[in-house]
Protein backbone atom coordinates (compact mmCIF):
# COMPACT_ATOMS: atom_id res chain seq x y z
CA UNK A 1 0.00 0.00 0.00
CA UNK A 2 0.93 3.40 -0.77
CA UNK A 3 2.35 5.43 1.97
CA UNK A 4 3.59 8.92 2.91
CA UNK A 5 5.26 9.98 6.28
CA UNK A 6 6.22 13.44 7.26
CA UNK A 7 8.39 13.57 9.87
CA UNK A 8 10.72 17.04 11.11
CA UNK A 9 8.20 19.31 12.62
CA UNK A 10 8.38 20.90 15.80
CA UNK A 11 8.33 24.66 17.62
CA UNK A 12 10.55 27.20 16.45
CA UNK A 13 11.43 30.62 17.17
CA UNK A 14 10.03 33.56 14.38
CA UNK A 15 13.42 33.50 12.18
CA UNK A 16 14.48 30.76 12.77
CA UNK A 17 14.54 26.96 10.67
CA UNK A 18 13.57 23.83 10.01
CA UNK A 19 13.47 20.29 7.34
CA UNK A 20 10.74 18.38 7.02
CA UNK A 21 10.85 15.13 5.58
CA UNK A 22 8.39 12.92 3.60
CA UNK A 23 9.19 9.83 2.62
CA UNK A 24 7.57 7.44 0.37
CA UNK A 25 6.44 4.09 0.20
CA UNK A 26 4.84 1.03 -1.79
CA UNK A 27 5.19 2.57 -4.88
CA UNK A 28 7.38 5.33 -6.91
CA UNK A 29 5.58 8.99 -6.64
CA UNK A 30 6.16 11.19 -9.08
CA UNK A 31 4.95 14.43 -8.72
CA UNK A 32 5.22 15.90 -5.08
CA UNK A 33 4.45 18.75 -2.95
CA UNK A 34 3.61 19.98 0.37
CA UNK A 35 0.41 21.87 1.82
CA UNK A 36 -0.45 23.69 4.78
CA UNK A 37 -3.65 24.12 7.19
CA UNK A 38 -3.70 26.28 10.03
CA UNK A 39 -6.31 26.31 12.28
CA UNK A 40 -10.02 27.63 10.85
CA UNK A 41 -8.19 27.99 7.48
CA UNK A 42 -8.63 26.13 4.17
CA UNK A 43 -5.50 23.82 3.41
CA UNK A 44 -3.38 25.71 1.44
CA UNK A 45 -0.45 25.03 -0.99
CA UNK A 46 3.18 25.52 -0.10
CA UNK A 47 5.79 24.26 -2.73
CA UNK A 48 5.82 21.40 -5.20
CA UNK A 49 8.46 19.69 -7.65
CA UNK A 50 8.44 17.40 -10.31
CA UNK A 51 9.83 13.99 -10.81
CA UNK A 52 13.02 15.24 -12.57
CA UNK A 53 13.41 17.57 -9.56
CA UNK A 54 14.02 20.53 -12.48
CA UNK A 55 10.62 22.23 -12.04
CA UNK A 56 9.54 23.42 -8.62
CA UNK A 57 6.80 25.94 -7.61
CA UNK A 58 6.20 27.82 -4.56
CA UNK A 59 3.43 30.19 -2.89
CA UNK A 60 4.17 33.56 -2.97
CA UNK A 61 3.80 33.64 0.85
CA UNK A 62 7.39 31.38 0.80
CA UNK A 63 8.95 32.25 -1.82
CA UNK A 64 12.87 32.89 -1.18
CA UNK A 65 12.31 31.23 2.24
CA UNK A 66 11.53 27.75 1.76
CA UNK A 67 13.34 25.27 -0.63
CA UNK A 68 11.79 22.02 -1.77
CA UNK A 69 14.21 19.16 -2.74
CA UNK A 70 13.97 15.51 -3.80
CA UNK A 71 15.90 12.46 -3.24
CA UNK A 72 14.36 10.09 -5.64
CA UNK A 73 16.68 6.90 -4.75
CA UNK A 74 15.20 7.10 -1.16
CA UNK A 75 11.52 8.03 -2.41
CA UNK A 76 11.38 11.36 -0.25
CA UNK A 77 11.05 15.00 -0.75
CA UNK A 78 12.00 18.01 1.79
CA UNK A 79 10.96 20.94 2.69
CA UNK A 80 13.88 23.78 3.86
CA UNK A 81 11.99 26.06 6.11
CA UNK A 82 14.31 29.73 6.96
CA UNK A 83 13.64 32.70 8.15
CA UNK A 84 10.18 31.17 9.58
CA UNK A 85 7.37 33.42 10.63
CA UNK A 86 4.44 32.99 13.54
CA UNK A 87 2.01 32.95 10.15
CA UNK A 88 3.87 30.29 9.05
CA UNK A 89 2.57 27.78 11.75
CA UNK A 90 0.19 25.46 10.26
CA UNK A 91 -0.04 21.66 10.51
CA UNK A 92 2.14 20.47 7.13
CA UNK A 93 0.96 17.68 4.69
CA UNK A 94 3.00 15.69 2.33
CA UNK A 95 1.27 15.02 -1.15
CA UNK A 96 2.60 12.25 -3.58
CA UNK A 97 0.65 11.81 -7.34
CA UNK A 98 1.16 8.39 -8.36
CA UNK A 99 -0.47 9.15 -11.89
CA UNK A 100 1.22 12.80 -13.02
CA UNK A 101 4.96 14.06 -13.85
CA UNK A 102 4.08 17.26 -13.77
CA UNK A 103 3.85 19.94 -10.70
CA UNK A 104 0.37 21.57 -9.66
CA UNK A 105 -0.91 23.76 -6.83
CA UNK A 106 -3.75 22.61 -7.30
CA UNK A 107 -4.76 18.99 -4.17
CA UNK A 108 -6.43 17.58 -6.52
CA UNK A 109 -3.15 16.98 -8.56
CA UNK A 110 -1.85 14.50 -6.25
CA UNK A 111 -3.79 11.36 -5.17
CA UNK A 112 -1.59 10.03 -1.51
CA UNK A 113 -1.36 11.88 1.45
CA UNK A 114 0.53 12.00 4.54
CA UNK A 115 -1.06 12.16 8.11
CA UNK A 116 0.65 15.96 8.92
CA UNK A 117 3.16 17.45 10.95
CA UNK A 118 3.14 20.07 13.38
CA UNK A 119 5.05 23.25 12.72
CA UNK A 120 4.43 26.04 15.50
CA UNK A 121 6.36 29.20 15.07
CA UNK A 122 6.67 31.66 18.30
CA UNK A 123 6.89 35.12 18.28
Known amino acids: QEQLVESGGGLVQAGGSLNLSCAGS??????MGWFRQAPGSKREFVAA????????DYANSVEGRFTISRDNAKNTVYLQMNSLKPEDTAVYYCAGSLQYYTISSNSRGYDTWGQGTQVTVSS
Open 26 to 31: GRTFYA
Open 49 to 56: ISWSGANT
